[in-house]
């Protein structure tokens, strides 16, 4: 059995987004993995038969399948958990290549309860995880501290830079009184290749932090994204607008009727770049433009924005981001916390986990060595 570090803390959720009940599950736990990213030759080892392009949609579908077994919900009462449990992914580069790190989260209502409850999350999330991939987890503070990147996110100070990457909230231009249309997350099988290179070549420290905790959809706001289609609809434009509403309401259509299609599972999705000194506005276009990428030529949308909090905020997101918290800061929508909820193909756009094609380090893949069992 692994002996894994366990990260206690005794406080509610500090999460701009609050989920109802949790303050009664006031011990949070923390547990960090380094995940191990074969070399393209043993990586391939695992194929079945000839075809290594047929292994490679064989780890997205395995990818799809970690994802979506994250999710839970009290299905009886409609509601979120009130005891909160999260992942984030954490991609920070190194001198000696990139180090990816899976972060579990749990809550509970005593000390020995959450330590349980973590070892449990654990186990599970080994059990489960792609087998294209290593998990060694971290067995002591130094480890944990140094694998999820705790200096950067908690001792940068002012010399902290963060950004985060948000969808796009844009009105309609034919009325500005109409709601806003937001983005979608979404993105091809191989663009997060871009998102890697880069932070890989990247000057200075910088950290990726994507976060996911599930979340369900309440009565009030399927309320606003049907008034929101309902506004749409019976909106008559004049007859010089005709052709560009049209356009945009294709938009609208398709986005309400994600959110409001029965049964479908939603996760909060929050993704942050931290660096010391200021973050490379090249490498937020990459990132932004990866996970909004355009997959239909009619796109109207500026697919991401990036979002910096005020200054005398940036000491406390960089804790958040460090304890899988959520943050908030600005949105058009009625009620805020939609912008930072995502629906499952959504998820998968966003949370990719990285591979090493053929020729990897000439092409700028550099990983941490796998590390031994």
């Known amino acids: 059995m692994d002996n894994i570090w366990v990260e206690v803390l005794q406080s509610p959720d500090q999460s701009d987004i609050p989920t109802p009940g949790a303050s009664g599950y006031p011990w949070q736990a923390l547990f960090a993995c380094r995940v191990g990213v074969l070399d393209h030759q043993r990586w391939t080892g695992l194929r079945w038969g000839f075809n290594a392009g047929v292994l490679f949609d064989e780890s997205l579908e395995r990818q799809k399948l970690f994802l979506e077994s994250q999710h839970s919900l009290d299905s009886e009462l409609g509601l979120e958990y009130p005891a909160i449990r999260a992942i984030a992914f954490r991609y920070i580069n190194t001198n000696d290549g990139l ?6 989260k749990v809550s509970a209502k005593t000390k020995e309860q959450v330590e349980i409850s973590a070892g449990d999350y ?3 999330l080994k059990s489960t995880f792609p087998y294209d991939y290593s998990l060694s987890p971290a067995i002591s503070r130094d480890e944990f501290l140094a694998i999820t990147g705790s200096e950067l996110l908690l001792g940068s100070g002012d010399q902290m830079d963060i950004v985060q990457i948000k969808r796009c909230e844009v009105p309609i231009p034919v009325n ?3 709601p806003y249309l937001q983005g979608l997350w979404q993105s091809s099988g191989r663009a997060h290749e871009q998102i890697w290179r880069s932070l890989t070549a990247a000057q200075g420290k910088v950290l990726v932090n994507i976060v996911l905790r599930p979340t369900v959809l309440y009565d009030n706001d399927l309320e606003i994204y049907s008034n929101i289609a ?5 909106y008559q434009p004049g007859e010089n607008t005709q052709k560009a509403f049209n356009a945009y309401k294709d938009l609208y259509e398709n986005f309400t009727k994600r959110r409001l ?3 479908k599972k939603f996760f909060y999705l929050q993704i942050h770049i931290v660096s010391i000194g200021n973050i490379n506005e090249n490498f937020i ?5 990866t996970l909004t990428q355009n997959l ?6 500026h697919g991401y924005q990036a979002i910096r909090p005020p200054p005398k905020k940036k000491k406390e997101w960089g804790g958040k981001i460090h304890g899988l918290y959520l943050t908030s800061w600005g949105s058009q929508f009625p009620n805020p916390r939609l912008s930072e909820v995502a629906d499952l193909e959504e998820v998968y756009s966003v ?3 990285p591979y090493s094609p053929p020729g990897s380090e000439s092409l700028g893949f550099r990983y941490l060595p796998v590390k031994s069992e």
Request: proline share 3%; hydrophobic share 40%; net charge positive.
């Open 122 to 124: 654990y186990h599970e």
């Open 261 to 263: 299609t029965p049964w």
């Open 285 to 289: 276009r990459s990132a932004g433009t």
């Open 176 to 178: 500005r009184n109409l």
């Open 99 to 104: 180090l990816i790190t899976l972060i579990g």
């Open 351 to 353: 949370v990719r986990i």
């Open 230 to 234: 309902s506004e749409v609809a019976k």
């Open 296 to 301: 239909q030529t009619s796109s109207l949308l």
